[in-house]
């Protein structure tokens, strides 16, 4: 199942000297000289060698010398808040839902579609074909280790640096139920039988009916009841998760201090995944209807991301849900507006791991069905078995953060400069035709016309390391020397006018030689500008960052 190759350790000598390798381009002339005097000296320093054989030391006893450093590093020791992160989501854009039925009947869909995405991964069959398929990244295929951690796991706060939890499938504790979050409030719902097989359809949708009647029963009695906002049912401990790590963690170990706290953050931890049923419970779940400020499909299109990314737990959010998983590894996110998003936690896999796995729960979810008899049925929540999560909270430090939550979760998306745009002049089939990465393809075009001048800049892209156990990535450094004259070529073949007035419409051009084929000197000269044998060193651990980074 998993890869039999060791991560090993270069040489330093061999990765300084890749290191000045792909800084010469980059750096003016008297920077690259301090640095060949730098590196001179790292060669024949002490302490390096004494790193270099702790590495070398470690690697003979571990499958991985890098993975548990840069899981900490990159990720579970990152302390800032992790409300606005790098973790892939996937957003689906579905018609709206006609009433509450439906939007039920498809939540059931992901759900059912989800655990038989699961439950796939599993299958010999899905190892033998991800080590034919275009994943296929060495002779034996890549590590499929990171499929095993998108679900049944959780990201627990601790100081310093947070824990990662996983309960494996198959074994003595693995779970039975998902998390649903709806309105603020949390439900676990089981839907595996005591046999750990999948329930039927209509029994989750019954489930997760209940759950939608019960939270909208609650939401109304509680908004007109209390003033405290720690004395209600509803209260959106999940913005908590918003804070800086350290303070959601001072909250978490005082909210563990009460045995019941405990209870319920254990069933979170240990779910299989968590669903969240969003909408708006100012207009209800039906979403053809209009209002002032438009359609609801308009509203919902405008807040969705934030709403998702950040915990939508501010007091004066129209949809409030608790915090997607308290980090879970795996959340799904079914809007009564037509939208799904599926989010994953970069902790715990690459991108092409998780748009995989999006691809199977599609797959899986297209082929069930929920008859019209049970979405007539007039269900009662008290006779289902969905369990209310609810934390009990007496401590007056925790009021005092809910009253300044507001304010911050509003300022923390107002910090972040984000612009989305559709390009569909053409896609990936296009890409594929030039026999490169898509970060190369694009990297290459958008580089130069962004420049008046034919010279390489630094330029991010990512390398699969997953040849070796418990492999994540390397950053592909393609600018060399022997890029230059091509990268000179380029630009005095590719831009059709240097005296387009814009970087934009340089850009526009070149998309324009893309479409009409006439595309193509640096595709024949591809050799360093593209980056296929930096992305062939990188996958066999000859890369730069990794090496230097510890």
């Not at 669903?275 to 100012?282: I, R, T």
Request: net charge neutral; hydrophobic share 35%; with cysteine.
């Amino acid at each position: 199942m998993f890869q039999n190759k060791q991560m090993p350790v270069r040489p330093l000598a061999t990765t300084l000297d890749k290191y000045l390798t792909v800084l010469e381009p980059v750096v003016g002339r008297d920077e690259f000289t301090q640095a060949e005097k730098v590196v001179k000296d790292m060669k024949k320093d002490a302490v390096m060698s004494m790193c270099q054989k702790f590495l070398e030391d470690r690697a003979s006893k571990s499958d991985n010398w890098l993975a548990e450093w840069w899981l900490n590093a990159a990720y579970l020791g990152f302390r800032e808040s992790v409300v606005v992160n790098v973790s892939p989501a996937f957003v689906l854009d579905l018609p709206p839902f006609k009433s509450v039925q439906s939007w039920i009947q498809f939540a059931t869909q992901v759900v059912c579609g989800q655990h038989k995405a699961i439950q796939s991964v599993l299958r010999p069959e899905f190892v033998n074909s991800v080590k034919s398929s275009s994943l296929k990244s060495g002779s034996s295929g890549p590590c499929l280790i990171q499929y095993y951690r998108l679900y049944n796991a959780c990201r627990v706060p601790e100081y310093n640096v947070d824990k990662y939890v996983v309960y494996p499938s198959g074994a003595p504790n693995s779970p039975r139920h998902i998390v649903v979050m709806c309105l603020n409030q949390m439900y676990s719902v089981d839907i595996l039988d005591q046999e750990m097989r999948l329930l039927d359809p209509g029994e989750i949708y019954r489930r997760l009916f209940a759950v939608y009647m019960t939270s909208s029963m609650s939401q109304s009695s509680s908004s007109s009841s209390t003033v405290d906002p720690l004395a209600s049912s509803v209260v959106p401990f999940g913005a908590l998760t918003a804070l800086h790590r350290d303070d959601w963690t001072k909250c978490y170990k005082l909210m563990s201090q009460d045995s019941d706290n405990v209870a319920v953050f254990e069933r979170i931890h240990s779910s299989m995944f968590v669903l969240c049923l969003d909408y708006d419970s100012g207009q209800g779940a039906t979403t053809g209807e209009t209002s002032k400020e438009g359609t609801s499909r308009e509203k919902k299109a405008e807040g969705f991301f934030p709403q998702q990314d950040h915990s939508t737990a501010e007091a004066v959010a129209p949809v409030e849900i608790q915090d997607s998983a308290l980090r879970h590894a795996l959340s799904d996110h079914a809007s009564s507006d037509g939208y799904l998003a599926v989010l994953f936690k970069h902790r715990s896999a690459e991108g092409t791991v998780s748009s995989h796995y999006t691809v199977l729960m599609e797959q899986f979810a297209a082929d069930v069905k929920v008859s019209d008899a049970v979405m007539s049925e007039k269900i009662s929540p008290q006779r289902q078995s969905i369990t209310p999560l609810v934390f009990r909270s007496t401590v007056p430090r925790l009021f005092s953060l809910f009253s300044r939550l507001s304010s911050y979760l509003t300022i923390r998306p107002e910090s972040l400069d984000l612009n989305v745009c559709i390009f569909d002049s053409f896609g990936k089939s296009v890409i594929k035709t030039f026999k490169v990465s898509p970060d190369a393809f694009f990297k290459s075009l958008c580089s130069l016309p962004c420049s008046d001048e034919p010279t390489l800049v630094p330029t991010y892209e990512s390398g699969s390391l997953r040849n070796y156990r418990w492999g994540r990535t390397d950053t592909i450094r393609s600018a060399s020397k022997r890029g230059a004259p091509v990268r000179k070529m380029g630009f005095e073949t590719w831009i059709p006018s240097t005296d387009l007035p814009s970087v934009r419409d340089r850009l526009d051009a070149r998309i324009d030689s893309v479409i009409d084929g006439t595309l193509g000197v640096p595709v024949t000269a591809r050799g360093d500008f593209i980056s296929l044998k930096y992305t062939r060193d990188v996958m066999s651990m000859k890369g730069v960052d990794r090496h230097l980074m510890v």
